[in-house]
């Protein structure tokens, strides 16, 4: 179960082995249910918190970039979404502003390297913009009281079908139970093949 606090004290952003890292969870990401069936564990988080001088995107299927990559089997993060069980697929991202009061809604974890790794895969990330197949790890959130996070997004580069409200917007462009199980299935596989790793 998940441990809720008022408040999480962010020391520095940067994840190491033995130091937390703190992430913004927007979208599906905003939901505990969807990160604990990602990173495996309940998570320490804390609900409501506001990225500041962002909107809030709109990317459908056929705007994910259709790089081909060895890390996803000679396929495209496109095809790999298209292969899921989604009936249709949209899915947010995140784009400056201008406007330092333009927010977007989210949740604030508390996170470990073994997390970021998962929420990576998941999400099909590189560590930064030019490794990226779809979305890269952004270190440069600042929350609305001041507070610095970082979060996965999509390029700047990459188009997009519309900007939406950042506050109290739906999560779940696909559902949240076809989400939910596709989660599931794509983190067991991954946890399977982490553990024969190991």
Known sequence: MAEIRDRIEVKDGTIYMSRPGYYFGYGIHSDIDIVEAIVGHPVVAELGVHASGLNLVVQELDQIPEIVSDELGGKSAQQVIAES??????????RGSENRSDLVEGTLY???MYDALALAHFDIA????GDAAWRYWYHGIELSDGRKVM????????????VVSGEGYNPFLNGKEATLSVVQSAMDQYWEGFDQES
């Open 110 to 112: 508390e996170i470990g």
């Open 151 to 162: 979060t996965l997004n999509i390029g700047n580069d990459q188009p997009v079908d519309r």
């Open 85 to 94: 069980n989604f009936p249709s697929f949209s899915s947010y991202g995140l």
């Open 126 to 129: 590189g560590p930064q913009l």
